[in-house]
Structures are given as structure tokens and as C-alpha cells.
T-cell receptor, first 115, second 117 residues
């Protein structure tokens, strides 16, 4: 009964490939996010969706395309993978329409390695 | 712009000793503050949060944090550290994204806690 689940947990792929990471939450939250953790453990928001609508896009290259088929799912598709895309990608969700004073619940992360 | 500073990259504490992890934030409005913990190979788990009210907040696993507006700080404390507390700790501030009414979390760079026997 994992609250926020991501698949796969590990992903190793070659430069130039296209890959997707899936995220599902069973908390009934309206808002979902993608955060990226780089090799120095720095966490930064990439995208946020509220009820399937894109709310936040933090100047992420357009090779990254999030898709939210419904409010319980937020997938991340990455085209033409580059070495610099290697990172841990975290999905998260929050209640309360993602407004202020709400906490985020994180998934276990997907470690993407581009070789 | 909003930012969070965790000045200690790593800290080593003896098991049973007390712990304080420092966090300073920069945010123009009322801050919403969080501490998350990341165990090796795991996701982030919320330890505690401050939204308003009592400036000393209690969290899970025996952790507490104190909000000090005058110092722009939100330091995390634990009176007696256990070996299982070894992990990476992240302080974060909830920042309003302009023209959206929604927030994003702005994280510090983390502090790695090592626990010695």
C-alpha cells in the first residue's frame, strides 16, 4: 500500500535513447511533482501538476515532457538522453491543491544512469 | 529569491550524544519550513514541519526543531542519537510560485549525519 510509487527504481540506458518513468499516488492528492536530485544530492523542482494541469515548469529542457493522464498519475518522458540527465528523479504529491502550508510526500526515487 | 542554507555538509556524532543540524532560510514572507530525512537508497521522509504557532515543533523519531524568525533559522535537534539516524537531512522552505498560488519546495544542500559507536 505504498503511498507514492515510482517505476522503475533503477534505469540504465545509453545516450540518445528515450525513456519514461512512471509515478502513481494513492493518497487522493490533487497535486503531483517531479524533483531532480543531482550527484551532489541537491534537490530541485522540475514540474508540478494540479488535477492534470501543468502548474510549474522550472525551465527544464523540452526533452523532458511530463504527462498526467489523471490526478493519480504523473509520468516523465525524456527524449534524447544525455549524460547530464543522470540523477535520481523523485515523484511527490501533496494535498490541499498544492497551495501553501502543505507538505509533500515523496516516492522512493528512480536512479537514472545514462552511459 | 528564496533559498535555504545548510552550512554543515556532514556531521559525525557519537551514538547517544545530542544532535543539532543547522538550517537558515531566506524568504520574504511567512515561511513554511520542513525537515526531511533520506536514508541510503530511499526516498524522502518528512520529519517535521512548521507552519505557524508554537515555534518549537515536534516530529517523528524523537526529533524537534525550533523556528527563530530573528535569526531566520530552523535548526533540527535530537537529544540522543541512535545508529539508525545515520542519513542525509534536508531542510526546505515552501516558496510561492509567482502568479500560480501554488508552492514549491526549495531545499538546502543537505547534511550527512554519521553516527559513531
Amino acid at each position: 500500500d505504498t503511498a507514492v510509487s515510482q517505476t522503475p527504481k533503477y534505469l540504465v540506458t545509453q545516450m540518445g535513447n528515450d525513456k519514461s518513468i512512471k509515478c502513481e499516488q494513492n493518497l487522493g492528492h490533487d497535486t503531483m511533482y517531479w524533483y531532480k536530485q543531482d550527484s551532489k544530492k541537491f534537490l530541485k523542482i522540475m514540474f508540478s501538476y494540479n488535477n492534470k494541469e501543468l502548474i510549474i515548469n522550472e525551465t527544464v529542457p523540452n526533452r523532458f515532457s511530463p504527462k498526467s493522464p489523471d490526478k493519480a498519475h504523473l509520468n516523465l518522458h525524456i527524449n534524447s538522453l544525455e549524460l547530464g540527465d543522470s540523477a535520481v528523479y523523485f515523484c511527490a504529491s501533496s494535498p490541499g491543491q498544492g497551495r501553501m502550508n502543505t507538505e509533500a510526500f515523496f516516492g522512493q526515487g528512480t536512479r537514472l544512469t545514462v552511459v | 529569491a528564496q533559498s535555504v542554507t545548510q552550512p554543515d555538509i556532514h556531521i559525525t556524532v557519537s551514538e547517544g550524544a545530542s544532535l543539532e543540524l543547522r538550517c537558515n532560510y531566506s524568504y520574504g514572507a511567512t515561511p513554511y519550513l520542513f525537515w526531511y530525512v533520506q536514508s541510503p537508497g530511499q526516498g524522502l521522509q518528512l520529519l517535521l514541519k512548521y507552519f505557524s504557532g508554537d515555534t518549537l515543533v515536534q516530529g517523528i523519531k524523537g526529533f524537534e526543531a525550533e523556528f527563530k524568525r530573528s535569526q531566520s533559522s530552523f535548526n533540527l535537534r535530537k537529544p540522543s542519537v541512535h545508529w539508525s539516524d545515520a542519513a542525509e537531512y534536508f531542510c526546505a522552505v515552501g516558496a510561492l510560485v509567482t502568479d500560480t498560488g501554488f508552492q514549491k519546495l526549495v531545499f538546502g544542500t543537505g547534511t550527512r549525519l554519521l553516527v559513531s559507536p
